[in-house]
């Protein structure tokens, strides 16, 4: 069993930057992929954000390309999301995902609410 737990959340203004956090409870070395994912207001589904695999390949969506940037701290077990010009539609809870196979974890969610 892994528990993740995100930080970092909250209110900014357009424009602005946040950088969330994902402490896993314990090593995440081993994991698959590991990830940020995004649910926004009367979306039904969760959305992929960022992820970053074992070899350190990195995906992002289209709508945060050159915005976002993820990357990970594997002495503390971290997985970081770095959020740069911040738009509205960034408004969402966001989620910690990690894969380690062939069990998939999630966070519980931290809110970013980015105001116009």
């Known amino acids: 069993q892994v528990q993740l737990v995100e930080s970092g959340g909250g209110l900014v203004q357009v424009g602005g930057s946040l950088r969330l956090s994902c402490v896993a409870s314990r090593s995440i070395l081993s994991a698959y992929t590991m990830g940020w994912y995004r649910q926004a207001p009367g979306n039904e589904e969760r959305e992929l954000v960022a992820?970053?695999?074992?070899?350190?390949?990195?995906t992002y969506a289209d709508a945060v390309k050159g915005r976002f940037t993820i990357s990970r701290d594997n002495a503390k077990n971290v997985v970081n999301l770095q959020m740069n010009s911040l738009k509205s539609e960034d408004t969402a809870v966001y989620y910690c995902?990690?894969?380690?196979?062939?069990?998939?974890?999630w966070g519980q969610g931290t809110q970013v609410t980015v105001s116009s």
């Open positions: 995902n990690v894969l380690l196979h062939p069990y998939n974890y």
């Open positions: 992820k970053l695999t074992h070899g350190g390949a990195t």
